[in-house]
C-alpha cells in the first residue's frame, strides 16, 4: 500500500504576472542598496580608487555634532508636522461630512491642490511667503495681529517652524480626503444606537469612531513619517542647500546631501543615508503599536 504524495504545484500564470514587479524591484531598489552599503563601507576619495575602510564612517558619525543635530531636527520636524496634520485633517474631515453637499465636491478638491503640488514648486511659493520682513505670513498675519516681524528663514527660533507649516500646508488637505472616505464608510446603525444608549459626541468618537478608522489613521501617520524623514526639496530651495542659521533647519536627507555632493565625501554621505533607515523603522515601530491602542480603546 503507498502512501499518498502531496503534489506542490507551482502557480507559473501567477509567477509570470508578478516577475515584472520583482525584476523592476531589483533594478531599481535591491541593487541600488547594495551598491550604496558598498560605497558606505568605503573611503572619501574624490579622485581616484577608494579603499575598504569598514565601518569607519558609521562610527565618525557618533561623534559628529552636526549628525546628531540633523536627527533632533528630523525627529522635531516629524513629531510636530504628523500632530499638526492629523489633527487638522480630523477637523476638517468632519467640517467636509457636515457642510452642504454641492459644496463638499469643490472644498475637497481645493484642500487637496498643495498635496498635488511638486514639492519644489511648493518651497518657492512658500519663498514668497516667508520671504525677510516683507513676506506674505508677516504681512498678512503677525503684522495685523499686532506681533513683531518674523524673518522666517534667518531667525533660527523660527526656521524649523516654517518647515512645518510649509509641511502641514502640503498634507493636511490630502490627509483630510482620505479620512474624509474612512468617516463615510462607518456603519450609521452602530454610530445611532450608541446615541440612543446616551453616549455624547466626545464618547460617540472615541469609543466607535476612532476604532472603526483607525487602518485609514495608520496609514495616514505611516505616509507622513515616510514623507518627514525623506523631507530634501522643500528646505533645499528655501535654505540653498545649507541647513539654515546654526544648522536650525538642517534635516538628515539635507545632510547626507551636503556630506556627499557639497563636501564630496560620498562614502560618509552613503552613510548618512543609510543611517536614516533605524530611526525610520523605530517610529514607525511606534507607530504600528498605535492600533492596539485604538482597538482597546474600542473595547473599553
Known amino acids: 500500500m503507498s502512501l499518498p504524495t502531496a503534489r506542490f504545484d507551482i502557480p507559473w500564470g501567477r509567477v509570470f504576472l508578478a516577475a515584472p514587479f520583482f525584476l523592476?524591484?531589483?533594478?531599481?531598489?535591491?541593487?541600488?542598496?547594495?551598491?550604496?552599503?558598498?560605497?558606505?563601507?568605503?573611503?572619501?576619495?574624490?579622485?581616484?580608487?577608494?579603499?575598504?575602510?569598514?565601518?569607519?564612517?558609521?562610527?565618525?558619525?557618533?561623534?559628529?555634532q552636526r549628525y546628531?543635530?540633523?536627527?533632533?531636527?528630523?525627529?522635531?520636524?516629524?513629531?510636530?508636522?504628523?500632530?499638526?496634520?492629523?489633527?487638522l485633517a480630523l477637523v476638517f474631515a468632519h467640517a467636509l461630512r457636515g457642510c452642504w453637499g454641492k459644496l463638499r465636491g469643490p472644498l475637497t478638491f481645493a484642500l487637496m491642490v498643495p498635496g498635488l503640488c511638486p514639492p519644489t514648486v511648493l518651497a518657492l511659493l512658500f519663498l514668497l511667503v516667508f520671504h525677510g520682513q516683507e513676506g506674505l505670513l508677516n504681512r498678512w498675519l503677525i503684522q495685523p495681529l499686532g506681533f513683531e516681524t518674523v524673518n522666517w528663514l534667518a531667525d533660527p527660533d523660527f526656521i524649523l517652524s516654517g518647515i512645518?507649516?510649509?509641511?502641514?500646508?502640503?498634507?493636511?488637505?490630502?490627509?483630510?480626503?482620505?479620512?474624509?472616505?474612512?468617516?463615510?464608510?462607518?456603519?450609521?446603525?452602530?454610530?445611532?444606537?450608541?446615541?440612543?444608549?446616551?453616549?455624547?459626541?466626545w464618547q460617540r468618537f472615541s469609543k466607535i469612531t476612532l476604532p472603526l478608522i483607525a487602518p485609514t489613521l495608520l496609514f495616514c501617520l505611516i505616509y507622513l513619517v515616510v514623507d518627514c524623514f525623506a523631507q530634501f526639496a522643500g528646505s533645499y530651495v528655501l535654505?540653498?542647500?545649507?541647513?539654515?542659521?546654526?544648522?536650525?533647519?538642517?534635516?538628515?536627507?539635507?545632510?547626507?546631501?551636503?556630506?556627499?555632493?557639497?563636501?564630496?565625501?560620498?562614502?560618509?554621505?552613503?552613510?548618512?543615508s543609510l543611517s536614516i533607515v533605524p530611526w525610520l523603522a523605530g517610529m514607525l515601530f511606534l507607530i504600528a503599536l498605535s492600533p492596539r491602542y485604538f482597538w482597546k480603546a474600542g473595547q473599553s
Open 24 to 64: 523592476f524591484l531589483a533594478i531599481f531598489w535591491a541593487v541600488p542598496l547594495g551598491q550604496g552599503v558598498g560605497l558606505s563601507l568605503e573611503s572619501d576619495t574624490l579622485w581616484g580608487e577608494s579603499h575598504f575602510v569598514g565601518f569607519k564612517h558609521y562610527s565618525n558619525l557618533l561623534q559628529d
Open 68 to 87: 546628531w543635530k540633523a536627527v533632533l531636527n528630523t525627529s522635531v520636524f516629524t513629531v510636530s508636522t504628523v500632530a499638526c496634520v492629523i489633527t
Open 239 to 272: 535654505f540653498g542647500g545649507s541647513g539654515g542659521t546654526n544648522d536650525a533647519g538642517l534635516l538628515l536627507v539635507s545632510y547626507a546631501y551636503q556630506r556627499a555632493f557639497v563636501g564630496g565625501g560620498f562614502g560618509s554621505g552613503a552613510a548618512v
Open 164 to 201: 512645518v507649516i510649509q509641511a502641514v500646508w502640503r498634507w493636511t488637505g490630502f490627509m483630510s480626503f482620505f479620512l474624509l472616505c474612512a468617516l463615510n464608510a462607518r456603519p450609521r446603525d452602530v454610530l445611532d444606537a450608541a446615541e440612543i444608549d446616551g453616549a455624547n459626541a
